[in-house]
């Protein structure tokens, strides 16, 4: 598949227009100003950020709004590296340890200790399941991701060259070996014997929006993100992340236009040749849209033609979230914890086929007042709680809101033993057509299309527009894919593209 229909001829170091300041763009800017490229970020919203916003709640409860799980943190600090920085003077984090806190339906609880020793200790104390299975279980996720990263993950999936070398021949070849053919699901119960082991990994396909019970087992590699590299918590929040690059595209000369929405991308002769918003017309040879690329075609490019094929892929799975300001503390809830349904197969069933909120979910439930104290008043916390749904396709918010909200109090205060709901103090609501609104995402999606069958990868969009020279793409919706490190390295992958 080679979508390179035409080159870019656009000059080295010409101006380039971002639109949307998420991370992705965020890092992108970052990256093209090193090159030395003038650039001008156009962002519809008041503020940087995207899905990675920041908000108060009255009471003193700060929250974080959307990712709240980090990994790869080295990717943040390459583009600090690359200008030339010391990351630390901007950026700080810690590695978590433990990582999560799961709690199954039967009344088991597991924490996922960081050390892999630590952690198949645990299982084998908690589950049964002999240390020595988990161990290699973890080392073949970690093969599996050092066998394929370096090709799905860091080069453009759209071009040539990344067909035909030995890299990719041999991280193709390397697949059945590593049990990487099948679905994840199969390729877990395979592994492991005990359904709540299962389930335990088998969640890991929803860091990309995906059902486990669908997707391909090359996802299995996901684990070895946290087991093996780490989960980190930056100081502050997450947020960090976002203004921590703002401020650093800013000092590299990026012009920030905020409040301006580009309302569409114009072109001449076959080319990008700039953009227009509501404030005038701007001539720009390199254009990068930040943006979720359904509605980048839809709405700012009417009179092309869209590539229908990759902007029918099925979205992958929103969110339903629940922000609380809790009046009071639970020991034994950390910073990121999990609460699993009774039933994991008629859960993705419920988001992916009959594109409902499941009856039981599971709740994942945030807390970063346990390692930022003052993001919560004394005694209180501040709960991040979500349940994945489908995307929007027309369903009454209204009504699975308020059907998930009673599920989700009845199960956290009968695991919990404590009655949830007379603790709540300030609270607020983000629902798929929410984030659709408020992100531009096409139907509320996390993260773009879904990677629910074998070729997902291969059709999401590419970084570059194949008829259209001049126009590229970053963030959650195009190659590689959605979530922090992902949308990093869609940033590296463009900006290599147009070096
Ligand atoms: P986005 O964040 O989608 O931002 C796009 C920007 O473009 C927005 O600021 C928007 O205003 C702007 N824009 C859109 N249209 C226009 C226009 N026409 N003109 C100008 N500007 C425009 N990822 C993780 O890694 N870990 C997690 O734990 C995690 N959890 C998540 C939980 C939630 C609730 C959500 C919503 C997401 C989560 N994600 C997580 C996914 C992650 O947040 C996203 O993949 C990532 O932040 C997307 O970044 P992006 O660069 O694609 O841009």
Redesign the pocket.
Known sequence: MNYNLKEDTSPPGSPAAI?????????AAVRLAVAGHPVTV????AS?????QQFSLPGGYRFD???????LPALVDDLFRLAGRVPQDYFRYERLDPITQYFFSDGTRVAAWADTEHFAAEIEEKLGTPAAQVRAFLSRSGRSYEATAGTFLHKSLHKAGTYFNRETLKAVAALPALGLTGTMHRRHEKAFKDPRLVQLFDRFAT?NGSDPYQAPATLSLIPHLEHGIGAFYPEGG?YAIASSLARLAQELGVGFRFN????EILTAGGRVTGLR?SQGRYSFPLVVS???VV??YR??LPKQPAPERTLRQPRSS??L?FYWGVGAEFAELDLHNIFFSADYKAEFDAIFQQKIVAADPTVYV?ITSKKTPEDAPPGHENWFV?VNVPHDQGQDWEELTRQTRAAVLAKLSRTLGRDLEPLIKAEKT?TPPG?AQ????FG?A???SSSNNALAAFLRHPNFAGRLPGLYF????VHPG??????LL??KIVADLIA
């Not at 709004?65 to 990994?71: D, E, K, Q, V, W």
């Not at 959605?482 to 949308?487: K, S």
């Open positions: 639109i949307g300041a998420g991370v992705a763009g965020l890092a156009f962002e519809g919203a940087f950020g995207g899905k990675m709004a959307g990712p709240s799980l980090f990994t860091y997450i301006e929405p580009v309302e918003t930040n943006m979720d509605p980048t709405r700012l929103s969110a979230i945030n979500m983000w984030i408020d992100t531009s995402s509320g996390l993260y773009g970053c963030g959650g919706s959605g979530g922090i490190p992902l949308c869609s940033a």
